[in-house]
């Protein structure tokens, strides 16, 4: 069964830190593009954070710019993506996605296969 699994979100304060993860099942993450894609009540999904299957490319939204990597660990056919310095406004579901487009974008469409997300939640 091919599919991509969240965890880590949870509870954190303003200023902290979390790790999430998302894991690959039923196929090989190291060939894919992956992404990470974050969506607030009421709002629509926005991008966060990507990288091209070979690490050659990365790119990162202006809003979460310098407080956030994303990563991969290809040896547990998994994705990373620490954050730090979280703010409020961070409170998100959070979504792992890959693709093949060899592209390092945040349009959904690109992406094959998305996980059901795990919940980030930036509070006092």
């Known amino acids: 069964q091919l599919q991509l699994v969240e965890s880590g979100g949870g509870l954190v304060q303003p200023g902290g830190s979390l790790r999430i993860s998302c894991a690959a099942s039923g196929f090989t993450l190291d060939y894919y593009d992956i992404a990470w894609f974050r969506q607030a009540p009421g709002k629509g999904r926005e991008g966060v954070s990507c990288?091209?299957?070979?690490?050659?490319?990365?790119a990162t939204a202006d809003s979460v710019k310098g407080r956030v990597t994303i990563s991969r660990d290809n040896a547990k056919n998994t994705v990373y993506l620490q954050m730090n310095s979280l703010k409020p406004e961070d409170t998100s579901i959070y979504y792992c996605?890959?693709?093949?487009?060899?592209?390092?974008?945040?349009?959904?469409?690109?992406?094959?296969?998305w996980g059901q997300g795990t919940q980030v939640t930036v509070s006092s």
């Open positions: 990288m091209t299957s070979r690490g050659g490319s990365t």
């Open positions: 996605a890959a693709g093949l487009s060899r592209l390092c974008v945040f349009h959904q469409y690109r992406y094959n296969y």
